[in-house]
């Protein structure tokens, strides 16, 4: 089954606090990782998986994720007229590489909430969510394309997944799967539950693709977790009334919501670094 997804949601009006006090005045997708901010790791995910349609739902003091999609006339006029002509391609494909829309969320009332008012934008059509504190580096295909495959077999919503340590599932939604002719069909999820009522080990990495239903779930979907509109709590509901299947990523996942995993996709980036990765492996080996 075919389908011609398109459209992409990226939440990004989170206020950072586990990164505080860098994200005080900066946004936490504008972090770097190396070079380039989480934000443009995730676009260029989606573009690869041929999702050119996106929206970013921001909130108060999250304009530079505007400023960084949008041309700089200043910048590339300068960096043009001095010769230097690497710089200027990266600042100029960065500029052009998508077309943007942005939506603000005025309150923050959760993830569920923010998917919820890229609504209008998207419509009745499919869609891509994807949660850019969430990096995963693509080992062939990347993440989103993952999802998309499955999705264009299915017809179906689809979400992104990995095993995490027993001590790590207090952190993310955790889903309980079935196997159904070799796919993986979730039953349900439950957001940051105890390892006692964690129904596996599979968690949601912030990649999923969903049939427009979630929008009129997520209508009446009242606050949950730590008091937020969930969209965990829609997909339950999701997936009480039509199939939902999960993929179990493949690629290099870094949670770089959290310091530790920002700290780690910092090291493997930077290691890997055409110009620094050698001089960075020296300079970590004296540390050790
Ligand atoms: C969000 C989602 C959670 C998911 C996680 C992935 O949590 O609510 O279900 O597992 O992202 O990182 P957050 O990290 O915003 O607390």
């Not at 050119?52 to 909130?59: A, K, Y």
Request: glycine letters at 10%; a negative charge.
């Amino acid at each position: 089954m075919g389908t011609s997804l398109r459209k992409i949601v990226f939440p990004t009006a989170g206020m950072g606090t586990r990164f505080l006090p860098a994200t005080k005045a900066t946004p936490k997708e504008m972090l770097t990782i190396v070079d380039k901010p989480l934000i443009q790791y995730g676009v260029e995910e989606a573009l690869a998986a041929g999702l050119g349609e996106i929206v970013m739902v921001t909130g108060r003091g999250k304009r530079s994720i505007e400023d960084h999609f949008d041309i700089s006339a200043e910048l590339e006029t300068n960096l043009h007229a001095a010769g230097k002509d690497d710089l200027y391609k990266t600042v100029s494909h960065v500029a052009r590489m998508a077309n943007v829309a942005y939506i603000r969320q005025k309150q923050p009332l959760g993830l569920g909430h923010a998917v919820l008012c890229a609504a209008p934008w998207v419509g009745d059509e499919c869609f891509g969510v994807s949660l850019a504190d969430e990096l995963i580096l693509p080992e062939g295909k990347s993440a989103m394309q993952q999802l998309r495959e499955v999705h264009e077999q299915t017809g179906a919503s689809v979400i992104g997944l990995a095993p995490v340590p027993d001590q790590e599932v207090s952190r993310y939604g955790i889903v309980k799967a079935n196997d159904e002719n070799g796919l993986l069909r979730l039953e349900t999820m439950i957001e940051k539950p105890s390892i006692d009522e964690a129904p596996s080990n599979l968690a949601m990495i912030g990649r999923y693709i969903f049939t427009p239903r979630l929008f009129g779930l997520l209508k009446d979907t009242k606050p949950g977790a730590g008091g937020e509109i969930q969209l965990t709590d829609a997909m339950c509901q999701l997936a009480a009334e039509e199939p939902v299947y999960g993929v179990v990523v493949e690629g290099a996942r870094f949670d770089a919501g959290n310091p530790y995993g920002f700290l780690l996709a910092n090291a493997t980036l930077g290691l890997q670094h055409k110009e620094h990765g050698e001089a960075l492996r020296t300079a970590l080996k004296a540390l050790l």
